[in-house]
T-cell receptor
Framework: NAGVTQTPKFQVLKTGQSMTLQCAQD?????MSWYRQDPGMGLRLIHYSVGAGITDQGEVPNGYNVSRSTTEDFPLRLLSAAPSQTSVYFC??????????????FGPGTRLTVL | GQSLEQPSEVTAVEGAIVQINCTYQ??????LSWYQQHDGGAPTFLSYNGLDGLEETGRFSSFLSRSDSYGYLLLQELQMKDSASYFCVRGDSSYKLIFGSGTRLLVRP
């Protein structure tokens, strides 16, 4: 199993550009989520999904869109990049037990810089 | 996270025991989990408490008291490799997870 994979690992954008961060898992997990982590801070939930075709907003959804057309994939789209979106982005997946609190597996992260 | 409070830093000696506390807001509370994150790495799952009491996994244990809105992570027989950040995570029935700001643990020889 590859686990949770994220691409790209690093990305530099200019203000106003759009892009999609890719996330895939091969563990047949129903629950997937996207977080951002700013330096010295905890992770903040952007969007999450409890299954294919279902998505919901987390703490900081503004400026981001998601879709979940398959169980395996959960891409995150930045609509119009802003310097405030400079961060490390983590994707995670789990079976969803315990209201999502059971074991979440994280991808390696995407380090995004917006100039 | 605004709904979770944990100390920002803890220092301990190799071989010792350290406890990292976490208090949380009770509204819609479902349970608490804990993650470890080394610098530059991704978080890794340590423990989950859905019920009151102690959960033990090797050198790591986690405790939850719903009546006190409080939980803790206990690390025993500290090793240098335990130097990392530790996050408590609060969940509710909507599957929306909130991470604490993290506790940076420094283990000294």
């Amino acid at each position: 199993n590859a686990g949770v994979t994220q691409t790209p690992k690093f990305q530099v954008l200019k203000t106003g550009q759009s892009m999609t961060l890719q996330c895939a898992q091969d563990m047949n997990h129903e629950y997937m989520s996207w977080y951002r982590q700013d330096p010295g801070m905890g992770l903040r939930l952007i969007h999450y999904s409890v299954g294919a075709g279902i998505t919901d907003q987390g703490e900081v959804p503004n400026g981001y869109n998601v879709s979940r057309s398959t169980t395996e994939d959960f891409p995150l789209r930045l609509l119009s990049a802003a310097p405030s979106q400079t961060s490390v982005y983590f994707c995670a997946s789990s079976y969803g037990g315990g209201g999502g609190l059971d074991t979440q597996y994280f991808g390696p992260g995407t380090r995004l810089t917006v100039l | 996270g605004q709904s979770l409070e944990q100390p920002s830093e803890v220092t301990a000696v190799e071989g010792a025991i350290v406890q990292i506390n976490c208090t949380y807001q009770t509204s819609g509370f479902y349970g608490l989990s804990w993650y470890q994150q080394h610098d530059g790495g991704a978080p890794t799952f340590l423990s989950y408490n859905g019920l009151d009491g102690l959960e033990e996994t090797g050198r790591f244990s986690s405790f939850l008291s719903r009546s006190d809105s409080y939980g803790y992570l206990l690390l025993q027989e500290l090793q240098m490799k335990d130097s990392a950040s530790y996050f408590c995570v609060r969940g509710d029935s909507s599957y929306k997870l909130i991470f604490g700001s993290g506790t940076r643990l420094l283990v000294r020889p």
